[in-house]
């Protein structure tokens, strides 16, 4: 333990009620301040203070190499307890400020304000104040013109700043230094393999940043298009070809995307990424589709029956161009909508086998009948799995699914907007409907 002089502690102890005191009034000024002027003067000062504040701490690691036992210091051997002081106001404004001491800083005091992290009540941590202070300056200062408010950066000074507090902070910044290294290595091997050796040498000598790195590099090499990363694929995820896990995981997000959002989207990336993994194509990715769609069903059905929430309908373009660029044939579109619309178990898609497409999209359609009050409704995600499947098969095969009733009839018309599929309709009066509805009667 460290053991300071009377004259010594006396001057950490002024110091250390002197920034507290100014941190206070700093934070209920910035709570305050509303007009410009008040705003950019916050700013100012907050600098001046937060690199005040690191100055101290950057003399405090002097004295005190662990930052743990300056920690047990303020809280045992000092005449009188500072902990608070530290904890709840100067690292705040000192983590917050980006600046030449910040990366030594965060190094320093890493694995106590863990520590400190994981304590029984988080409110009084470091971090969660940390935490707290950061949000207010967004929303106080990051608006302002000119100079703004900005959270420090992850790479920085040719280096990584500590992954643990950054990923806990400021995980946007370790995102964007992520980007910035993948746009920094497509189609370009020599910078990859310059990267490949800082994120390597960044790993040997601070472990838990070089996780942080990896990790987040993974999640993102396992989203982002595949061509051009052959080096930085191999060395973060063992090769360069999409393993089946990561084709699953592509998959999920790609069916995460299809319930929430109406726009089309861009699926040329991942189903790339998928294609070229053979055995998943073949093997793995039907089922792992129907999984990925029943829990978009299961999902909106928890939602409405928690919160009232009725899901939007989606983009079934979006639906079916999948299919078509996963080149999915008509007995896998009929065993989607077996499982998913028509809720039939696995041994009795068995003893559809021998049946015809039509017969079996008879019983998927006679099922979302049963569920849906007469009328098709694609809000649904069961529903628009049956709706996209049908706008995705044959016209001879449509045609004869139409010809079963008028259920039948008036939802392929819909999707398709064939009024071949309304000939025969019982409903007159229905038909009549339909058809004034169409020329805006």
Known sequence: MTSLSQHDTQILLDETFRLSRNCELRRTSLRQGTSAQQLSQNFEYYQKLAYSCQEFLVGVQSQFPA???????????????????????????AMTHESCHLTALGRWLSATLKAANESEDRRYSPLEKTKDLFGLLCRQLGDLEGEKYREPAFYIYGEFRDGFLHDSLYSRKVSHAIVNIIDDSVDNPEAARAWIKQIHDTCTQWPETGKVIKDTLR???MDDPVAGLDDLREY????????????????????????????ELDLEPDVSALLLNDRYMGEALIEDLIGCLEKAGKDAEDAYENHGATPDSPNLR???????MAELDVDDLCKIAMVITGRISRGEIIDY?????AVRMKA????????????????????????SILMSLPQDILAEVAQDNDFNRTTIYTLTGNRAHLSNMQDKKRLDKIMGSDLGL
């Open 318 to 324: 979006n639906l079916t161009n999948f299919y078509k």
């Open 364 to 387: 998927v359609m006679a099922q979302s009948r049963a569920d849906s009050s007469s009328k098709y409704d694609p809000r649904w995600p069961e529903q628009a799995v049956m709706g």
């Open 353 to 357: 086998e021998e049946k015809t497409p």
């Open 236 to 263: 973060v995820l063992g090769q360069a070809m999409p393993t089946g896990f990561e084709c699953s995981k592509r998959l999920r997000h790609l069916v995460e995307r299809f319930f929430s959002t109406r726009r």
């Open 67 to 93: 930052a743990k036992d300056f920690f047990d210091w303020c809280d045992g051997e000092c005449p009188v307890s500072i902990i608070a002081e530290v904890t709840q106001n100067i690292i705040p404004f």
């Open 219 to 221: 999640d993102r090499l």
